[in-house]
Nanobody, 121 residues
Framework: QVQLVESGGGLVQPGGSLRLSCAAS????????MGWYRQAPGKQRELVAT???????NSTDSVKGRFTISRDYAKNTVYLQMNSLKPEDTAVYYC???????????????WGQGTQVTVSS
């Protein structure tokens, strides 16, 4: 089995910063892409940022210049540094990873349980 465990969420004032972490563990042969998604109340889950195995990154326009995604390959961990936070960033943030459990198996998508980020004064 594969587990993704997020941490780092919380309550922060507008303009503040948070750093989310997501560690993958379990039966892992290789991780391909990793990413962060978020879901605000009453809205659909949306992509925030992704990072490929080669290190290429992509992010949604609303967070460009404020959020930075990175990963530690040795620790199977992905991070999301969030700066200049706005109330509209309030959401549950989910980690995602494409994981191959065996050398001969394909990649499957795994999700973390989510971590709440609340931006409010």
């Amino acid at each position: 089995q594969v587990q993704l465990v997020e941490s780092g969420g919380g309550l922060v004032q507008p303009g503040g910063s948070l750093r989310l972490s997501c560690a993958a563990s379990g039966s892992i042969f290789r991780i391909n892409g990793m990413g962060w998604y978020r879901q605000a109340p009453g809205k659909q889950r949306e992509l925030v940022a992704t990072i490929t195995r080669e290190g290429s990154t992509n992010s949604t326009d609303s967070v460009k210049g404020r959020f930075t995604i990175s990963r530690d390959y040795a620790k199977n961990t992905v991070y999301l540094q969030m700066n200049s936070l706005k109330p509209e960033d309030t959401a549950v943030y989910y980690c995602n990873a494409e994981v191959a459990r065996r050398s001969w198996s394909g990649y499957l998508n795994y999700w973390g349980q989510g971590t709440q980020v609340t931006v409010s004064s």
